[in-house]
């Protein structure tokens, strides 16, 4: 019996500053997961990686990542994208600067 499908939002790398981003439902790019689009239809999500994947001139590395949906939008459900959603992790800079 095949898994029923969860939650998702579309992650990938920005292609020129290498910060992790989210694809928004207005199709732009955030690098915060809270504004990312959440996707509960898995035809429409391999729509969303299809056109997320059309943008080589932006991004790199396109995929779908679980989520779970807390108090102020989508959480990662894995710690993979909890590491990733933090910024790199070989000194405090981007992300991990701006949080102190």
Do not use: C
Request: glycine share 8%.
């Amino acid at each position: 019996m095949p898994r029923a499908f969860t939650p998702k939002v579309i992650t990938a790398s920005d292609l020129l500053e290498g910060d992790v981003i989210y694809l928004t439902e207005d199709d732009t790019w955030s690098r915060h997961l809270t504004e990312a689009e959440v996707i509960d239809d898995e035809a429409h999500a391999q729509i969303r990686l299809l056109d997320a994947q059309s943008q080589p001139d932006r991004i790199v590395g396109a995929y779908l990542a679980d989520v779970t949906i807390g108090a102020n939008g989508p959480e990662p459900a894995h710690f993979r994208e909890a590491f990733r959603a933090t910024g790199p992790s070989n000194y405090n800079h981007g992300k991990q600067e701006l949080a102190g």
